[in-house]
């Protein structure tokens, strides 16, 4: 009968029933809190590698007028042209520092050449370009290299409002196309455990 023991001391089903969640309960528990402590490990990690990525790389950040589908095909063009002009600043004895210092005095030029590729498409927008300090939520380049979500140093060009969906890379190391070509360079950028984390599409997720 269930709840009673039977002679040979041996425990009721119930009680074997019970004894069974009870063990699946316990094992539950421990994988959640396992994943808890792994998702914080994780976070912390993600953390670091960020405020080490925030001081050596510098993003670039293209706002469209709007969402508009000629808006959104100007941002590109727009996009192509300033990255073209700015091609020839960066070689490999650049810091992020130094690049970020280059393109502020090559801001007039770039802002230049982003105007006439506006005005040759028939637009009227004004164009701004400047460097300032942005948050990121977490981002994927080409489906190659993840950027943990943080404030980062980027080259911000606004077209016209700037309400329109935008349009990121990395513009230091030079990972936007056309200026690099041939896929994304992290070397002297990232030690080899910090670029397996970023090429692997990480998800800090619990």
Same mark, same amino acid.
């Given at each position: 009968?269930?709840?009673?023991?039977?002679?040979?001391?041996?425990?009721?089903?119930?009680?074997?029933?019970?004894?069974?969640?009870?063990?699946?309960?316990?094992?539950?528990?421990?994988a959640?809190?396992?994943?808890?402590?792994?998702?914080?490990?994780?976070?912390?990690?993600?953390?670091?590698?960020?405020?080490?990525?925030?001081?050596?790389?510098?993003?670039?950040?293209?706002?469209?007028?709007?969402d508009?589908?000629?808006?959104?095909?100007?941002?590109?063009?727009?996009?192509?042209?300033?990255?073209?002009? %700015?091609?020839?600043?960066? +070689? $490999?004895? =650049?810091?992020?520092? #130094?690049?970020?210092?280059?393109?502020?005095?090559?801001?007039?030029?770039?802002?230049?050449?982003?105007?006439?590729?506006v005005?040759?498409?028939?637009y009227?927008?004004?164009?701004?370009?400047?460097?300032?300090?942005?948050?990121?939520?977490?981002?994927?380049?080409?489906?190659?290299?993840?950027?943990?979500?943080?404030?980062?140093?980027?080259?911000?060009?606004?077209?016209?409002?700037?309400?329109?969906?935008?349009?990121?890379?990395?513009?230091?190391?030079?990972?936007?196309?056309?200026a690099?070509? %041939?896929?994304v360079?992290? +070397? $002297?950028? =990232?030690?080899?455990? #910090?670029?397996?984390?970023?090429?692997?599409?990480p998800?800090?997720?619990p």
């Open positions: 009968m269930f709840g009673k023991k039977s002679d040979g001391g041996q425990k009721s089903e119930r009680e074997q029933r019970a004894d069974v969640v009870i063990c699946f309960l316990s094992l539950l528990i421990a959640l809190l396992t994943g808890m402590i792994t998702w914080r490990i994780d976070q912390g990690a993600e953390a670091k590698l960020q405020e080490h990525l925030a001081g050596e790389v510098l993003r670039f950040h293209v706002l469209a007028n709007s508009s589908e000629e808006d959104q095909t100007l941002k590109l063009k727009v996009r192509d042209a300033v990255l073209e002009e %700015g091609a020839h600043i960066f +070689d $490999g004895s =650049l810091t992020a520092g #130094e690049a970020e210092q280059a393109i502020e005095q090559a801001l007039p030029q770039l802002e230049r050449a982003a105007r006439s590729e005005m040759k498409r028939g009227t927008y004004e164009v701004h370009i400047t460097v300032s300090e942005e948050y990121f939520d977490t981002r994927t380049y080409e489906d190659e290299v993840t950027l943990p979500a943080g404030r980062y140093r980027a080259v911000r060009v606004i077209i016209g409002s700037g309400e329109g969906h935008n349009w990121w890379c990395v513009m230091f190391p030079p990972m936007c196309l056309p690099a070509q %041939g896929g360079d992290l +070397d $002297g950028v =990232l030690d080899g455990k #910090e670029e397996k984390i970023v090429r692997s599409s998800k800090y997720e």
